[in-house]
């Protein structure tokens, strides 16, 4: 049984369907990258997934439960799946360590010294415990990303959710982030990741879903879909997408 099954799940906003029918499954383990125009439902279909929004119709198993049931408990459920926002979401009075360790102690209950070590731990991983006592106006973008991927991992998640991770950072950072992805791929984390960017979504690896309008048009290798495909909106994206970010290409 996968990780995560979604079957013809449907977004209506004012008459609009945001999403329209979107049906793929993500294995324990697997990296799934979703790519496509602006507007076409990709962090849409992140929220739904995790009950940040409330889909219109269509079904989401995860784990083996039905988690858009009425009676489904929203708060735990969002502990089994990590979000990692795409301008980071660290609060600014907290340091980097802090703001780790505060879902540990509010919602696990773990103890001041129990909750410090599990977050140094995932600091550890991403190296950033040297930086534990900075504040985040102290640390560069892909810093603060890296926070933000310990805070999610620190709560010992079945799937980890990215919402465009190298956006908000220079390519040199992006690089870096990218590396991490790589690790985690390494490590057997269960991922989903929407991004626009064409150099993570080669680098990573894994399943590349293409979703356009609501809809996921297909589904395959990256670069399978990078070349020059049958689909005329799939190859204006990808054409449209490398000329816009030449410059990042090319960077270091």
């Known amino acids: 049984m996968p990780l995560l099954t979604v079957r013809n799940l449907i977004m209506t906003y004012e ?6 029918g979107v049906d793929f499954d993500l294995a ?6 979703v790519m496509g125009p602006s507007g076409s439902g990709k962090s849409t279909l992140l929220r739904c997934l995790n009950r940040l929004a409330t889909p219109t119709s269509g079904q ?10 009425p ?14 926002f795409q301008h980071f979401a660290l609060y600014r009075h907290l340091t980097a360590l802090q703001n780790v360790t505060l879902g540990l102690r509010k919602l696990r209950g773990m103890s001041a010294a129990e909750a410090d070590e599990r977050a140094r731990q995932e600091l550890r991983r991403m190296n950033m415990v040297e930086h534990e006592r900075k504040y985040p106006s102290q640390l560069s973008g892909g810093q603060k990303q890296r926070v ?3 805070r999610a991992l620190a709560m010992d998640p079945a799937v980890l959710f990215f919402d465009e991770p190298t956006s908000a950072l220079d390519p040199l950072m992006a690089r870096e982030v990218v590396n991490i992805l790589q690790q985690l791929r390494r490590d057997g984390v269960s991922m989903l990741c929407v991004t626009h960017d064409l150099y993570l979504a080669r680098a990573v690896g894994g399943r590349l879903l293409f979703l356009d309008q609501g809809r996921i048009l297909l589904e395959g290798n990256a670069e399978d879909l990078f070349g020059e495909h049958a689909d005329p909106r799939v190859r204006a994206f990808f054409r449209q997408e490398r000329e816009e970010r030449a410059p990042t290409e090319a960077a270091p």
Not at 15 to 20: E, S, T, V, Y
């Open 71 to 84: 009676d489904t408990d929203v708060r735990a459920l969002r502990q089994r799946i990590g979000f990692v």
């Open 28 to 33: 324990e383990g697997e990296l799934k990258v």
């Open 148 to 150: 933000a991927i310990a």
């Open 60 to 69: 989401v198993i995860f784990q083996g439960e039905d988690i858009l049931r």
């Open 15 to 20: 008459g609009r369907n945001a999403l329209d």
